[in-house]
């Protein structure tokens, strides 16, 4: 396994391999787990290389107390992903490696992707995501990306990112990986207590609810149905329930068969913030 901390290294590495070699980038911010190695292991099946980036990325933070402590676990990450394969490059660079002195993010038109969900509650977010995986992604120039379904919103948005600035890479997405609770794996989730961490299995198990409510159901009384659920949970505060279509992310009016929907959601815990979504 090699470890690389700048790009130079990084890219004169990567330049150096056969160019019959496909190239794969999983990008992430470290705090490795289950959901995280899926990823990797889907993208060493299907490539020869792969890159993984371990990056908290400052940009893409809105609210401060977030970035401060969001769990930072550099070296059980290198040996979780030691395990994966002996081939695996690391690329951990620091904030100034990648920034330099300009630790901002470019502005960019998502097409509305944005504006909901996490864009509405997490201002500014999308446009951080979008400048680390654009950077990521012209300088390590993968021939394909995997993000987690656990993301879905960030994972459109970067499908559009790619065509809007005609970057030549597969995106591919991931499905979720659960805790045996049901509970979507986050690194977030190192934050919770061990109670609410059990109780958080409701968020689950409330979309599965909905779900099949969907079978026969209008999307109006589904999400009113999960507000109440939430309005009587103690422990649990609901921020958003969103049921949307998949590609364009706009909330639902009169259902189409034609269409795909999934519903949406993000739920405080103790202080925690977690999403999750399922498809409908
Ligand atoms: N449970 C999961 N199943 C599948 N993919 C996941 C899961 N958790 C994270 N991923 C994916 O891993 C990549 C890196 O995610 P990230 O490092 O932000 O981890 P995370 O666990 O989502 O952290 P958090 O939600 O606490 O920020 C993203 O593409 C994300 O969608
Ligand atoms: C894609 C990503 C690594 C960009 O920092 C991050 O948003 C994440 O981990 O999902
Ligand atoms: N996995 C999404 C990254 C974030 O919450 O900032």
């Given at each position: 396994m090699l470890v690389f901390k700048t790009k130079k290294e990084l890219t004169e590495h990567v330049s150096a391999l056969p160019k019959t070699?496909?190239?794969?980038?999983?990008?992430?911010?470290?705090?490795l787990h289950k959901?995280?190695?899926?990823?990797?292991?889907?993208?060493?099946?299907?490539?020869?290389t792969v890159v993984v980036s371990i990056f908290v990325n400052p940009t893409q933070f809105n609210n401060k107390e977030d970035l401060e402590k969001y769990p930072q676990t550099l070296q059980a990450d290198l040996d979780l992903l030691s395990a994966t394969s002996e081939n695996i490059i690391i690329f951990a660079p620091s904030a100034e490696e990648v920034y330099d002195k300009?630790?901002?993010?470019?502005?960019?038109?998502f097409e509305g992707l944005d504006q909901v969900m996490e864009g509405a509650f997490r201002e500014d977010h999308f446009n951080g995501v979008g400048t680390i995986v654009e950077a990521l992604l012209l300088l390590v120039k993968p021939d394909r990306a995997y993000f987690g379904e656990k993301d879905f919103q960030q994972l459109q948005i970067i499908r559009?990112?790619?065509?809007q600035q005609q970057i030549p890479v597969e995106i591919i997405g991931c499905p979720i990986v659960r805790e045996p609770s049901g509970l979507a794996m986050s690194s977030?989730?190192?934050r919770l207590s061990p109670e609410l961490r059990q109780k958080a299995s409701f968020i689950y198990s409330t979309l599965l609810a909905a779900k099949e409510k969907f079978g026969t159901k209008s999307a109006g009384y589904v999400?009113?149905?999960v507000k109440k659920e939430f309005d009587q949970h103690e422990d649990l505060e609901l921020e958003y329930i969103e049921i949307t279509d998949v590609n364009t992310l706009r909330p639902i009016t009169i259902k189409n068969e034609n269409l795909k929907y999934r519903a949406f959601i993000a739920v405080y815990a103790g202080?925690?913030?977690?999403i999750d979504n399922i498809a409908l």
């Amino acid at each position: 396994m090699l470890v690389f901390k700048t790009k130079k290294e990084l890219t004169e590495h990567v330049s150096a391999l056969p160019k019959t070699n496909r190239l794969a980038l999983v990008p992430t911010m470290g705090a490795l787990h289950k959901g995280h190695v899926s990823l990797v292991e889907q993208a060493i099946a299907e490539n020869e290389t792969v890159v993984v980036s371990i990056f908290v990325n400052p940009t893409q933070f809105n609210n401060k107390e977030d970035l401060e402590k969001y769990p930072q676990t550099l070296q059980a990450d290198l040996d979780l992903l030691s395990a994966t394969s002996e081939n695996i490059i690391i690329f951990a660079p620091s904030a100034e490696e990648v920034y330099d002195k300009n630790v901002k993010a470019k502005t960019y038109d998502f097409e509305g992707l944005d504006q909901v969900m996490e864009g509405a509650f997490r201002e500014d977010h999308f446009n951080g995501v979008g400048t680390i995986v654009e950077a990521l992604l012209l300088l390590v120039k993968p021939d394909r990306a995997y993000f987690g379904e656990k993301d879905f919103q960030q994972l459109q948005i970067i499908r559009k990112l790619v065509e809007q600035q005609q970057i030549p890479v597969e995106i591919i997405g991931c499905p979720i990986v659960r805790e045996p609770s049901g509970l979507a794996m986050s690194s977030r989730n190192e934050r919770l207590s061990p109670e609410l961490r059990q109780k958080a299995s409701f968020i689950y198990s409330t979309l599965l609810a909905a779900k099949e409510k969907f079978g026969t159901k209008s999307a109006g009384y589904v999400v009113d149905w999960v507000k109440k659920e939430f309005d009587q949970h103690e422990d649990l505060e609901l921020e958003y329930i969103e049921i949307t279509d998949v590609n364009t992310l706009r909330p639902i009016t009169i259902k189409n068969e034609n269409l795909k929907y999934r519903a949406f959601i993000a739920v405080y815990a103790g202080g925690v913030r977690l999403i999750d979504n399922i498809a409908l």
